[in-house]
């Protein structure tokens, strides 16, 4: 065989043999690349996946949060409501105390009161004070009350002080100031408000939530 074909084989085969590594080469890129991007896609899914479970745990804690939020405006505006209706029984009660301190009963009712309190007080000198009307409807019993509270060795006197702002009652002290009883109605209200208040809230709301 001459030289020159001889050479020519070899550069055949050479050429052949590269054609088949350069395809295997392409095959394996072509592999790789397919490999990669399945993996992309199924990273990119997983992914989306994560994206979604953490918005639908998002979406829940905000769900949760706006119905706590709520429940809880919902709350205080029934609480709200029930105070409110709780200030109107009272204000009724005003309001019929103030009617009963119109009323002719209440000048012996003030007189009752007045003794009542001067005996809690138990002191020989007793000051009483009450708003205008009430200090001259008392007055007119000042010798009665004296005479009352008075006896066997006990004497007791009875002098009235400034005016005071009240709807009816009194307060009675000692001269010096230092003990004195509130039987004004606001003070026996303020004393007993919490208890009423309960027992209002209980007739008005026993039974709703």
């Known amino acids: 065989m ?3 074909e001889g050479a020519k084989l070899i550069i055949d085969d050479i050429l052949k043999e590269a054609k088949k590594k350069a395809a295997e ?12 991007r399945d993996a992309a896609r199924l990273g990119a899914k997983e992914e989306e996946e ?3 479970k953490e918005a639908r745990v998002r979406g829940k804690q905000v769900y949760e949060e706006v119905m706590a939020e709520g429940r809880m405006k919902a709350k205080k505006e029934m609480l709200q409501k029930k105070e409110g209706l709780i200030g109107d029984v009272f204000k ?14 209440y000048k012996e009712d ?6 009542s309190a001067c005996r809690k007080l138990g ?6 004070r009450a708003n205008r009307r009430d200090l001259k409807l008392l ?8 005479r009352e509270l008075s006896g066997g060795e006990k004497t007791v006197n009875i002098s009235f002080g400034e005016p005071i702002q009240a709807i009816g009652g009194v307060r009675v002290g000692t001269p010096d100031g230092k003990v004195e009883i509130d039987d004004t109605f606001e003070g026996r209200m303020r004393r007993e408000f919490e208890v ?8 008005l709301f026993e039974g709703f939530g």
């Open 2 to 4: 001459p030289a020159e």
């Open 25 to 36: 080469v392409i095959q394996t890129a072509e592999r790789e690349a397919a490999t990669m």
């Open 50 to 52: 994560h994206k979604l």
């Open 92 to 105: 009724e009660a005003e309001e019929k105390l103030r009617a009963q301190v119109a009323s002719k009963r």
């Open 110 to 115: 003030i007189a009752r009161i007045a003794l």
């Open 123 to 128: 002191s020989g000198d007793v000051v009483v």
């Open 139 to 146: 007055e007119s019993f000042k010798e009665q009350m004296a």
């Open 196 to 203: 009423i208040r309960v027992k209002v809230a209980k007739v």
